[in-house]
């Protein structure tokens, strides 16, 4: 497919037009600093609040509470996208929390005994600005990203977005390394989060509307910030109050498609087994000393950002049959990850950051050829309100089978990865042929 700089048009008021590449790529370099910033974070949220006198329980529930707002809230956010228009308002808004609040960390160790309580708060509103931008940049993205091919467009985007995952816990060690404490490499952290800012301000300069770019839907809604009226299917306005919202946030009068693939989804996110629990095996067992999971973490981070890109490209020619793989790879991982031997414990992180790279890439893509546009922000919140609510069962479950029989854990996960290999078939099969199996690459 060729580049739609002469045939996509532009809103912008820079001097020249932007092509849907340039857009794209502009997006994933705002994912690539905003992921140095909370990934880096992230990486020492556990040691932060224990030298602020957490104790492992506090540690589990503000950083589990985190990943699971970080996830549901999506439910009301995607809604409140598509009812207002405010794609880039939202999207802004949730940016800024993260740019804001990693950094202001570097202060929690000065503020007596505050300091626990603040560092909690900072990291549930860094999660919570997460859920804010999610569905809304997913929506602007998946518009532009209609005219490069959505597989390879959405694969360019992790692929930079990991790339700041790599770079950003290799950064704060390296400024803990430095100076021997966590606090000044939360602060360093404000460079990459002003950069993702500057960033998305010039993005939003030139391109205040990019449904001009949807090849898809010529007729979509604006996400400008002007605000829209969003129609349910049969042409009715979209219901105002409590109640029209509580219809959207369980995805009223989204397709019957989405819902299968959106459980398909959820069972596949459930049984990845978490990193957390890879590394905890690494050391527990012995397999490698503790300073190197880090490390590990770092190449299962790049081979994420490989299998984001390399397999978008595959979407775009094979459409969601590419999917099929995804269940098969995360039931390969605790047979492979937690087993007692270097060797096949690190093939096994190898396939948990392939599954992660395909899943958190290249399967919202689908779900854009499922919803049409002026739904897919509320699609978006549902969809990850789904995977959030799987992810802290598969987590739970995971982590008590793992201390009680290793066979069963492989097994439960097998059989769960069966149930979304078969919930995935339908929903490619009932897709439309010429929005699934081909692409703009044929």
Sequence with gaps: MTDSAASAPTTGVGPGRWSAWRVVWWFGFV???????????????????????????????????????????RLVFGPLAD??????GLTIIGYGLTAVCVPLLAVTPFVGGAGLVLASVLILLERSGKAVRSPSKSALLAHVASAVGRGRGFG?????????????PLLVAGVIAATGAIWPSMAVLAIPGTAAMLLLAVIRSHVPDPSVYD???PEAASTSSTPVAVAVPGGEPARRGLR???????????PREFFGYALAAGLMTGGLVTFGIIGYHLTVEGLVPVATVPI?????????????????????????????????????????ALSGSVALSLVGVAVWGLAYGVQDSTVKALVA????????????????????????VGGLVSGWL???????????????????????????????????TTGPLE
């Design 296 to 336: 590990v973490y770092a190449g299962a981070m790049g081979v994420e950002a490989l299998a984001a890109l390399g397999v978008g490209l595959v979407y775009d020619r094979h459409g969601g049959a590419v999917l099929y793989a995804v269940p098969v790879l995360v039931a390969l991982v605790p047979p492979l």
């Design 244 to 254: 029209g919202w509580f219809a959207d946030a369980v995805g009223s009068g989204l």
């Design 402 to 436: 793992y201390d009680r029989s290793l066979p069963v854990l492989v097994g439960v996960v097998a059989v769960s990865q069966l149930v979304a290999l078969v919930l995935l078939a339908r929903t490619v099969r009932t897709l439309h042929p010429d929005r699934v």
């Design 31 to 73: 994912s690539l600093a905003a992921d140095m910033v909370y990934e880096g974070a992230r990486s020492m949220y556990g040691p932060l609040l224990a030298s602020l006198g957490a104790t492992a329980v506090v540690v589990g529930l503000v950083t589990g509470a985190g990943e699971a707002m970080a996830l549901v809230l």
């Design 156 to 168: 360019v985007h992790k692929a930079l977005d990991q790339v700041g995952a790599f770079a950003g």
């Design 215 to 217: 090849v898809d839907a």
């Design 369 to 392: 050829e499922v919803v049409e546009a002026p739904r897919r922000a509320t699609a978006y919140g549902v969809f990850a309100g789904v995977q959030g609510a799987f992810a802290i």
């Design 83 to 88: 009812r207002t228009g405010r794609y880039w």
